[in-house]
């Protein structure tokens, strides 16, 4: 219970937080936001951790002039870009045995898979637990590497890109500056939004199966 009310914290005082680790780190704050963008994106195991809006928070931080936007931009990229290159090959080699992984969140990646193909690479990372276990579906399924790094690299770039520069450009806006909580909370409403459709349009598809199968 103490830990979800602690990831509740973290997502809805995002801004407050890391005032902090900046204060306290200062220009090593680069460094801190590299590490948890690699484990979001490349360890299976950590697919809670702040993804969408910590780059959104990231960007408005750089606004302010407290962070470097372009060692963001570079260093986020290839943080992403390399914790997918290391999912890909997670899976790779533990394959879907790996008992430490949810099978539901496998499922509902094998869904995106089935309807996005190779495409999912990219639309996954604006999703959050998608985003997570695309890459290792990817490795678990041997999709050829090299189709594998051209999607992951235009999926990363435009992931970071996106969302640090729209932190960055629509911080001094007046409804973000003053109601920072509310906007990251929408970030995420949107984000799980195509997860909930991707649920919702496959349990209508099986309760559809059902019907036609029953005598």
């Given amino acids: 219970m103490e830990f979800i009310k602690s990831a509740i914290d973290l997502f809805l005082h995002l801004d407050k937080h890391m005032n902090e680790i900046i204060s306290q780190y200062g220009a090593f704050t680069h460094v801190i936001l590299f590490i948890i963008v690699f484990c979001e994106t490349g360890l ?88 997570t276990f695309a890459p290792f579906v990817a490795g678990v399924g041997k999709m050829s590497y090299a189709k594998f790094l051209l999607y992951n690299v235009a999926g990363g770039l435009l992931w970071v890109f996106l969302l640090t520069l729209g932190g960055y450009f629509f911080a001094n806006v007046p409804i973000v500056k003053d109601n920072f909580s509310i906007v990251v909370v929408a970030i995420i409403i949107i984000s799980v939004m195509p997860a909930v459709f991707e649920f919702g349009r496959a349990w209508l598809a099986n309760r559809k199966a059902s019907d036609t199968s029953a005598p």
């Fill in 44 to 131: 299976v195991v950590t697919p809670f951790l702040p993804g969408d809006s910590l780059l959104f928070a990231a960007g408005v931080f750089a606004a302010s002039g407290s962070l470097d936007i372009w060692i963001l931009l570079i260093s986020l990229s290839i943080a992403a870009i390399l914790g997918d290159t290391v999912n890909y090959k997670l899976g790779q080699v533990f394959g879907e045995h790996a008992r430490f992984i949810n099978p539901k969140h496998i499922a509902r990646t094998h869904e995106f898979y089935e309807r996005y193909g190779p495409s999912t690479i990219i639309i996954a990372r604006f999703v959050p637990i998608v985003r």
